[in-house]
């Protein structure tokens, strides 16, 4: 491809990518020894936001709020930790250990502003990570919930989720 039709801001190989709700922007992850979170436009390939400094190793998902205002990355380290951007600004709000296992995905809910990340064995929520209408925190205080199945339920890998409603997800 031509080189203008390369997106700025990274330096290594693409791990992960979220779609904005605007569907024009989108952010993406990488690999590396300082890995980045990229925010850039569609339309013109342009860098509009460089996240950098918190992950170590690799950004292995990430996701915007439904609000399109934050946006929530899970990192390599060996607690796969979680940070929330205010993409804009670049600003770091809000971290938390994610799981010793691996967290394979993220999802924030359009219906509650739960955050949801599955994984190796994993499925945690944080309800109330964000709700419309009320910006986060910078150090916002987030407490992750291991999920209940049922007893048609069990513990497996989970490789992706999608909500149904406030607090209710299907995995997969």
């Known amino acids: 491809p031509e080189s203008d039709d390369i997106a700025e ?3 290594d190989d693409i791990l992960c990518m979220s779609r ?10 990488e690999i590396g020894k300082t890995p980045k979170v990229v925010v850039w436009d569609s339309d013109n390939m342009k860098a509009l936001a460089v996240m950098q400094g918190f ?5 292995l998902a990430c996701c915007f709020s439904p609000c399109g205002e934050y946006i929530a990355s899970v990192g390599a ?5 979680v940070a929330v951007y205010e993409w804009r600004t670049e600003t770091l709000l809000a971290t938390y ?3 010793r296992e691996k967290i394979l995905d993220i999802n924030w809910s359009p219906f509650d502003g739960t955050l949801l990340t599955t994984g190796v064995k994993h499925v945690k929520f944080v309800v109330g990570a964000w709700t419309n209408g009320k910006k986060i925190e910078k150090g916002t205080r987030m407490r992750p919930k291991k999920a209940v199945f049922g007893s048609k339920g069990k513990w497996q890998n989970f490789y992706s989720a999608a ?9 997969g």
Not at 20 to 28: L, S, W
Request: glycine letters at 14%; hydrophobic letters at 30%.
């Open 9 to 11: 801001g990274h330096s």
């Open 20 to 29: 904005h709700p605007d569907k024009r922007t989108f952010a993406t992850g």
């Open 55 to 59: 992950h170590k190793r690799a950004v």
């Open 77 to 81: 380290d060996n607690e796969h930790s």
């Open 97 to 99: 250990k994610g799981d």
């Open 163 to 171: 909500f149904v409603g406030a607090g209710v997800a299907v995995v």
